[in-house]
T-cell receptor, first 109, second 114 residues
Framework: RKEVEQDPGPFNVPEGATVAFNCTYS??????FFWYRQDCRKEPKLLMS???SGNEDGRFTAQLNRASQYISLLIRDSKLSDSATYLC??????????FGKGTRLSVIA | GAGVSQSPSNKVTEKGKDVELRCDPI?????LYWYRQSLGQGLEFLIY????????KSGLPSDRFSAERTGGSVSTLTIQRTQQEDSAVYLC????????????FGPGTRLTVL
């Protein structure tokens, strides 16, 4: 079983829609979680960290459920520019980050 | 300031040749990572350098792959006797401290082995 699993999508949504992605992690020792965004043929960039209390950054909300071992990302009022692949990432101890394969989002006009 | 840079941006080589890929991390970043990404696939961890500690090489797929980081800055990833399955984008990232810090990625080197 992969340590971080995501639905690959694609999620095709109209502009203005709300879309949510879930990600599950298998290692209960994982301590930190992140969402990275990767545009087509570009390098990944940090979108936001995921805190136990949940966090919000503008139209983006990230939540962590340790009991069920999943992380979510909610995007409200989708924009065309949100089209990208969203990578779920976990981390524990002094080990490297573990990246999921990503969920592809296409926002359609 | 300057971000992570990688060179070359593209490399085409013949099966069996050796290649060297270079990464210049952000100045002052103590941690450096190499990943590879095949078409439509996720990031595959290769190797992680943190300060003066011994590197974490647990992700290197075979002994044809090696990497070094000189003077705590520039890193070189070497692939010997390249195979067609080595074709991928090789991404380097650096972070200020350990792996739980934000990682800043370079633009990658696209390697094609014919």
């Amino acid at each position: 079983r992969k340590e971080v699993e995501q639905d690959p999508g694609p999620f095709n949504v109209p502009e203005g829609a709300t879309v949510a992605f879930n990600c599950t992690y298998s290692n209960s020792a994982s301590q930190s979680f992140f969402w990275y965004r990767q545009d087509c043929r570009k390098e990944p960039k940090l979108l936001m960290s995921v805190y136990s209390s949940g966090n919000e950054d503008g139209r983006f909300t990230a939540q962590l459920n340790r009991a069920s071992q999943y992380i979510s990302l909610l995007i409200r009022d989708s924009k065309l520019s949100d089209s990208a692949t969203y990578l779920c990432v976990s981390h524990r101890g002094n080990t490297p980050l573990v990246f999921g394969k990503g969920t592809r989002l296409s926002v359609i006009a | 300031g300057a971000g992570v840079s990688q060179s070359p941006s593209n490399k085409v080589t013949e099966k069996g040749k050796d290649v060297e890929l270079r990464c210049d991390p952000i100045s002052g970043h103590t941690a450096l990572y190499w990943y590879r990404q095949s078409l439509g696939q996720g990031l595959e961890f290769l190797i992680y350098f943190q300060g003066n500690s011994a590197p974490d090489k647990s992700g290197l797929p075979s002994d044809r792959f090696s990497a070094e980081r000189t003077g705590g800055s520039v890193s070189t990833l070497t692939i010997q006797r390249t195979q067609q399955e080595d074709s991928a984008v090789y991404l380097c990232a650096s972070s200020l401290r350990g792996a739980d810090n934000e990682q800043f990625f370079g633009p990658g080197t696209r390697l094609t082995v014919l």
